[in-house]
Each structure stands twice: as structure tokens, then as C-alpha cells.
């Protein structure tokens, strides 16, 4: 039985011995695929993302936003893919900065995500001029969702996300083998979609770190939870920038770092 070809798809399955007890037997096991994406806009290359192949124009617009070099879906005129080389081309207002560009940073995590040093340190503050708030109920939910939606995370390792509009569920999990990805994909999603970002949560699989924070708060988008611990430095640049950062979900409860009051009981 011979392995399929592993660029072909979201996934690909491949012939493996599994030992137990000294004992060996053959298996078929099934792996996420990755491919390397170059993203170009207005001609100009701007990074190579190692990613799932699917949803890759949510992929790119989202890293655009996040990322800072884009303000908004719109700005996006047209998007076209070669599926043979894996090259996105994008026609954008604007072309980003080349001092931007210059300034990468190599994010943490397997399936290593791309930021740009002068984007995390230009994080403005999220605005609370809408009101959004979340109930403890919904922070729960969420989560819960998430370990339910994910349709090939558990057998494959994929990291998920979504954007939950309002009181609304999300109605799309996007996947990735990298956490930074399935965030990119899952903003870009909600942004194609005409979401009202300013009155969403974010919702990852992975742990948050200081480059998670930068894309939500990038995007406008106000609460962000996690099932998983966020860094020292997440925590910091969450309260700075606004943000309301939720973790370590579980045994029926959450732990919210940074600015609570958006986190409000039924009443």
C-alpha cells in the first residue's frame, strides 16, 4: 500500500509498524499535510508559511491583518494561488513597508508562525466602545466547542480557532498545523465573512503568546480564550493593549489575566 501523495490535501495517510510489547504490527496512520506558502502582494514577496493546505485565502488576508500590513479585508482587490509552486498572489491598496518586512521575527511553536517586530510593538489599545461582554457560560461553551468541532485534531495534532461573533457560535473551525495559521485563517474568515470583529472573541486551541495577542488585538477583536496557558509576555501586552485574555480552562472554571470587567455573570 503505497502513502498518498501528502500535498494533495489537508491530510495524507502513510504505512507505519506500531510496536507493542516488543511485538510489531503494521498500521495506517494519518498525518497532517503542510506545504510551504509564499505570500506576495503587489509583487512584493512578504514570507513563506509552513500551513495546511486549505482555506488559504482566510490564511493570507488573516496574516495581512494580523500581521499589521493590511487595515482592512478591503484593501485585498484580488487573490489568486499556484497550487503547483504554492505561491499566493495578492493585488493589495497598498504595498507593505519594506522596513516592516525587514524586521521579521520567528515566532514559538511547532509549525512556527511569522511576526514583525515593529507590529508587536505598535499593538494599539482594543476599544471598549461597543460594550462586548461575555458570560462565563459562553467562555465555557466556547471551549467546549472547540474540543468538539475539531474534526481531525485529535487523531491528526491539528490546532483549530475561530472567531464567535456576539452571542452567535462560530460558524466555521479553522485548522492548521501551526496555532499561528489556524488564528490567521480564522480571523481572515471572519473578515471575508463581514463579521463585526469589535463584538467577537477568539477562540485557539494553542497556548497564548505575545504575537497571538498582537494579531486579535490587530483585528479589533476584544476577548481571546485559550484551554491553554498564555506567557508572562502575553499577559503583559493583553493588559496594555485592552485585551481580555482568558486561560487555563477547565474542571468548570477559567482564569481571566487582563481586563475582566468584559467577563460578566448572568444577571
Do not use: Y
Not at 54 to 65: P, S, Y
Amino acid at each position: 500500500m503505497s502513502d498518498e501523495d501528502a500535498t494533495s490535501g489537508p491530510e495524507g495517510a502513510h504505512d507505519a509498524v506500531r510496536l507493542e510489547d516488543g511485538v510489531g504490527r503494521p498500521v495506517r496512520v494519518v498525518l497532517p499535510c503542510e506545504v510551504p506558502l509564499t505570500l506576495v502582494v503587489n509583487e512584493v514577496e512578504i514570507a513563506t508559511l509552513l500551513c495546511t493546505p486549505e482555506h488559504l485565502e482566510a490564511l493570507c488576508v488573516g496574516f495581512l491583518i494580523g500581521s499589521g500590513l493590511i487595515g482592512r479585508a478591503s484593501d485585498v482587490h484580488a487573490w489568486s494561488l499556484d497550487a503547483e509552486r504554492w505561491v499566493a498572489r495578492l493585488h493589495a491598496t497598498h504595498t507593505p513597508d519594506p522596513e516592516v518586512l525587514a524586521r521579521r521575527v520567528t515566532t514559538t511553536g511547532f509549525g512556527r508562525g511569522i511576526a514583525f517586530s515593529r507590529t508587536l510593538e505598535a499593538v494599539s489599545l482594543v476599544p471598549d466602545t461597543c460594550g462586548f461582554r461575555i458570560r462565563p457560560d459562553q467562555v465555557m461553551g466556547l471551549v467546549r466547542k472547540l474540543e468538539d468541532a475539531s474534526t481531525r485534531g485529535g487523531r491528526t495534532g491539528l490546532h483549530s480557532a475561530a472567531v464567535s461573533p456576539g452571542e452567535d457560535d462560530p460558524e466555521a473551525w479553522m485548522e492548521d498545523v501551526g496555532r499561528h495559521n489556524a488564528v490567521d485563517k480564522a480571523i481572515g474568515r471572519a473578515l471575508l465573512a463581514n463579521m463585526d470583529l469589535a463584538r467577537s472573541a477568539l477562540v485557539g486551541s494553542g497556548r497564548t503568546s505575545m504575537d497571538m495577542i498582537s494579531k486579535a488585538a490587530h483585528a479589533g477583536i476584544p476577548v481571546l480564550v485559550s484551554p491553554r496557558a498564555p506567557t508572562c509576555q502575553a499577559v503583559l501586552l493583553a493588559r496594555s493593549a485592552g485585551l481580555t485574555l482568558v486561560g487555563f480552562t477547565g474542571d468548570g472554571g477559567f482564569t481571566v489575566f487582563s481586563h475582566a470587567h468584559r467577563v460578566v455573570s448572568r444577571g
